[in-house]
């Protein structure tokens, strides 16, 4: 099983001067290496994802699943995708997501993008 964090911080997700929030690549990293994380969940500071619109933008890979999260906010939400890869790599496959993670779910139909929770 392979398990991976693909975090954007690109043209978009994290550019404060462009009015978005910062993305927390050094408090990710640390957070990687302090749980030993980096032999199980592999954790990708990425350029831009594609669905800029949805800033801040990650996707959670394992091998049956892609999982996009945009609108990520907060550290908050960055540390709600730590504790998904600690438990994650724990368990050997991808964890629950957690109810703040659900929240920021979205999928992408050719152009359009659909929030998990507006389909309720
Ligand atoms: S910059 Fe993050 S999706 Fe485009």
Redesign the pocket.
Known sequence: MSISVIV????????VEKGHNEVPIDELEASWEANQLREEVKLTI???????N????SILKTDSEKIWLGELSSWDHYDAIVQWAIESSEKGEGSKLPQILEDRRFVRLGESIVRLKDLG
Request: proline share 5%.
């Open positions: 954007c911080n690109g043209c978009c997700c994290g550019r990425s350029n831009c994802l594609g669905p800029c949805m800033h801040n933008v």
